[in-house]
């Protein structure tokens, strides 16, 4: 087996097998940028995990909000104090309905859903552009008749 060095984004093996009157070789070529491939793939499911997790958290916040929960409650105070930052760049933009009840219905916090769910769309998407370059695997397998011809 021997390993050629062809460009630098593939990986060349030859492999040549003998048997009595039979060679049989067979080149396997690799492309390289399958691996960058799946490190693109591991990476956007990191950014769409982070982004669906807070999304995830701002949407817990509007449900809480409209069911009047009791801010002085551990759960929801986390909730409020871990999503109050997310939400911060959005407050001044919208009011927020409030009924007579005490019930309010967050417009920001559904906004700010929907800006980072384009600002994780718009991560995810530049990374492939930049970063991806698409691979290619083939095997060509040779067959040579060595024996001695008769005749």
């Known amino acids: ?32 940028n399958a691996r960058k491939r799946h ?6 499911a990191l950014f769409g995990f982070f982004f669906s997790v807070l999304e995830g958290l701002l949407g817990l916040r ?12 551990a759960f929801a105070s986390a909730v409020y104090n871990l999503t ?3 939400v911060a760049p959005f407050n001044s933009l ?13 417009i920001t916090s559904i906004v700010a859903i929907i800006v980072y769910a384009l600002i994780a769309w718009a991560i995810i998407r530049l990374v492939w552009l930049v970063f991806y370059q698409p691979s290619a695997r083939s095997v060509t397998t040779y067959e040579a008749d060595r024996s001695p011809r008769v005749g």
């Open 94 to 106: 919208l009011g927020n309905p409030a009924s007579a009840g005490g019930r309010v219905l967050e």
């Open 1 to 32: 087996m021997s390993i050629n060095a062809g460009p630098v984004d593939r990986l060349e093996q030859v492999r040549v097998t003998q048997q009595p009157g039979v060679e049989t070789r067979e080149v396997v070529t690799e492309n390289v």
């Open 62 to 73: 509007i449900l809480l909000k409209l069911m009047e929960a009791n801010p002085n409650n």
């Open 39 to 44: 490190t693109l793939q591991r990476v956007s």
């Open 84 to 86: 109050g930052l997310f």
